[in-house]
């Protein structure tokens, strides 16, 4: 009876859109304001989901109407009470309940237990994906605001941490820093230990203390960090022979028209900013702070500021004489373009954009003569095609690892609203974006807040993600890695991550990683100094903004990129 009656009570709530004229729809419109931050959006998708979805969604009548336009229709006041306790609106004689109630001849239960915070998370949620679904050119159906229903399994075990550095301050405003990337340099003496301030600045830790030993402020004239979103010094890598040749690689971003784009944005559209890598060449590759020479390799111009240069890495796994070797890997975004009125640029092989590149800085038959273009690359040679390309169909693809036989090949990729994903990388591989997020349909002309069924005619025409999850568990994948150090033999084989905003960790089984089947997941509990807890109660109601590292040894760290806290993993015990 209580399920019942509560399908009658959202029957009741969404109708009421019926009552109102234009005006009020805009006079309601502008006098409230509903929040959007993207983890108070989450707490109201959560409430959404426990509580309304079996009835409703936003796109198309089910067992209760469709809720879209319903925050312009009423007022959120309007809402927040009738929600609490129709009934007493009822006897109070409102109109437009008293109304209703007529029509149904049914109470809605009450839910008084939600608080005012959880009502606004809850409304938050529900405007955000109603004003989407005016974005639904396509009038598609169906979407699915909780394409994954099946929640990741409970932790069983705990990720043990020690604090190992905090880095300074990069700014006298919040955040404190924007620590990014997290990269060792095996030599001959010892193992160096180097992480990246998105504001320019690469550190080496060198006796628990953080020593400038890049400062691109100093270097690039054109160096921006603006307008925040992943933007300045983005990641590095060392030259596998950085010992002997002291080569290191850099992505960092500058202002649009800065110099002519290698790749530059299509005739319609407008350049934002510029992404560029460029090669270091150190005159002594054992000193403690960078002096040497600079070139560029290549600059690529991006239609917004968002989904850039992410991970610039060489393949750990690589050794001397294999395909691979001496091979710089970068994950580029789609720059913002599927959503800002250029979705073609991101889903072919002509377009560098969402894709992985693979290239030989040591090389120069790349057309700008910088670089050079592997010959086993999938479109090497081929005629209007970007040889540069490895793998693509890619939203953000944040993160590269590889487990420690370096035959699997994991990108984190980071999704518009509804799933998070893993990807396994095949050559040539193509995942869809932006027809695709995990498994899902992403139309780009329908409600960008959600993801659709596939008919059965698309399935098998991207590949799938290996491991996947929706914004029930989280908000944006924050790649990690395969743990293969010897210290702690429980963490053996395990694909250690988690998500950048609410810090949650996740782990999967190397074996369970297979191309054509989603791995199952299992939460990972914290930790820190001999306290259990969690990244959200170290940083409550704040984005944790969670990384992750990994030392030449195959030994981990997390740290959180706001704050410049890093955290060397110590342990991995049952619970």
């Known amino acids: 009876m209580k399920y019942f009656l509560r399908i009658t009570s959202f029957l009741l709530l969404g109708s009421l859109l019926a009552c ?100 606004e998370n809850l409304l938050g949620f529900i405007h955000k994906f109603s004003e989407g679904e005016k974005r639904n050119k396509s009038n598609r159906k169906g979407g699915l605001v909780n394409p994954i229903p099946e929640k990741i399994a409970p932790a069983t075990h705990a990720l043990v941490v020690e604090d190992f550095v905090t880095l300074p301050a990069s700014a006298p405003n919040a955040p404190d820093t924007r620590i990014n990337t997290f990269r060792p340099l095996q030599t001959k003496q010892k193992e160096r230990l180097f992480v990246a301030d998105l504001r320019g600045v690469l550190f080496e830790i060198m006796d628990g203390k953080p020593h400038p030993f890049l400062d691109m402020n100093q270097w690039v004239g054109n160096f921006i960090d603006r307008p925040g979103l992943g933007s300045g010094l983005g990641s590095f890598a060392f030259h596998p022979e950085f010992e002997r040749n002291g080569l290191l690689y850099t992505t960092h971003t500058e202002p649009a028209n800065t110099q002519k784009a290698d790749f530059a944005v299509p005739e319609g559209a407008k350049s934002t900013l510029q992404w560029v890598i460029s090669e270091w060449q150190m005159e002594d590759p054992n000193a403690g702070v960078f002096a040497g020479q600079r070139r560029e390799l290549l600059r690529v111009d991006m239609v917004t500021g968002i989904h850039g240069f992410q991970d610039l890495t060489f393949n750990p796994t690589a050794k001397p004489g294999s395909a691979d070797y001496g091979l710089l890997y970068l994950g580029i975004g789609d720059g913002g373009a599927a959503l800002a009125g250029h979705p073609e640029i991101c889903q072919n092989e002509t377009s560098i954009w969402g894709s992985i590149i693979r290239i030989d800085p040591s090389g120069n038959n790349s057309k700008n003569k910088n670089y050079g273009i592997p010959k086993d690359n999938p479109y090497a040679d081929q005629p209007n095609k970007v040889g540069e390309i490895w793998s693509r169909g890619f939203r953000n693809p944040h993160r590269i690892a590889w487990n420690e036989k370096g035959e699997k090949m994991l990108v984190s990729n980071i999704g518009q609203h509804s799933v998070e994903e893993v990807n396994l990388i095949s050559k040539g591989g193509d995942f869809g974006w932006p027809y695709r997020e995990g498994s899902f349909v992403f139309d780009v002309n329908a409600n960008p807040e959600m993801v659709y069924p596939l008919d059965q005619e698309e399935k098998g025409s991207f590949l799938n993600p290996v491991i996947q999850y929706d914004h029930d568990e989280g908000n944006a994948v924050s790649g990690g890695y395969f743990y293969w150090g010897k210290k702690i033999p429980s963490l053996k084989g395990k694909y250690i991550f988690g998500d950048i905003a609410r810090g949650t960790l996740f782990m999967a089984d190397e074996a369970q990683l297979e191309q054509g089947k989603a791995a199952p997941l299992q939460k990972v509990n914290l930790v820190v100094n001999g306290t259990p807890t969690s990244f959200q109660e170290i940083r409550p109601n704040e984005r944790v903004d969670l990384r992750f590292g990994q030392d030449h040894k195959g030994d981990l760290y997390v740290f959180t990129k706001s704050n410049g806290k890093v955290y060397r993993v110590m342990d991995f015990i049952k619970i």
């Open 20 to 119: 109102q004229s234009p005006t009020s729809k805009k006079e309601v419109a502008a006098q409230d304001q509903y929040r959007r931050g993207e983890l108070p959006v989450q707490e109201g998708m959560a409430l959404f989901n426990q509580n309304c979805a079996s009835c409703h969604n936003f796109s198309s009548n089910e067992i209760g109407p469709n809720l879209s336009g319903i925050t312009a229709a009423v007022s959120k006041d309007w809402l927040k009470q009738f929600i609490q306790n129709p009934q007493q609106m009822i006897a109070d004689g409102d109109e437009r309940a008293s109304a209703q109630f007529e029509k149904f001849k049914v109470y809605m239960p009450a839910f008084s237990q939600f608080d005012d915070n959880q009502l």
